[in-house]
């Protein structure tokens, strides 16, 4: 069983930094979780939910041009997590923060995590 466990959410000032970690658990990422396309979404109230930062399983790395330059998207191999690190937080950043993994056709899920930034 796939399991993605979010954390670091929580409540900033506009300006302000948060990092996110997304743990992973389960048979896919037993092996080869450098090459697991893995990535960061979120969803606003009355928005539809939309790609933030991802690793690709080229492997490359994909920004939302709302985001780039502020935030850093990494992983840690050998703890199965993957990072988001977003600097200069803005109101419009807010929203909940979803951690996705894809593996043969599969998509996984994450529960979200609230992160509302404070103008």
């Known amino acids: 069983q796939v399991q993605l466990v979010e954390s670091g959410g929580g409540l900033v000032q506009a300006g302000g930094s948060l990092r996110l970690s997304c743990a992973a658990s389960?048979?896919?990422?037993?092996?080869?979780?450098?090459?697991?396309?893995m990535g960061w979404y979120r969803q606003a109230p009355g928005k539809q939910r939309e790609l933030v930062a991802t690793?690709?399983?080229?492997?490359?790395?994909v920004y939302a041009d709302s985001v780039k330059g502020r935030f850093t998207i990494s992983r840690d191999n050998a703890k199965n997590t993957v990072y988001l690190q977003m600097n200069s937080l803005k109101p419009e950043d807010t929203a909940v923060y979803y951690c996705?993994?894809?593996?043969?056709?599969?998509?996984?899920w994450g529960q979200g995590t609230q992160v509302t930034v404070s103008s």
């Open positions: 996705r993994a894809a593996n043969r056709g599969i998509v996984y």
């Open positions: 389960g048979s896919i990422f037993s092996s080869s979780f450098s090459s697991k396309a």
């Open positions: 690793f690709t399983s080229i492997p490359s790395t």
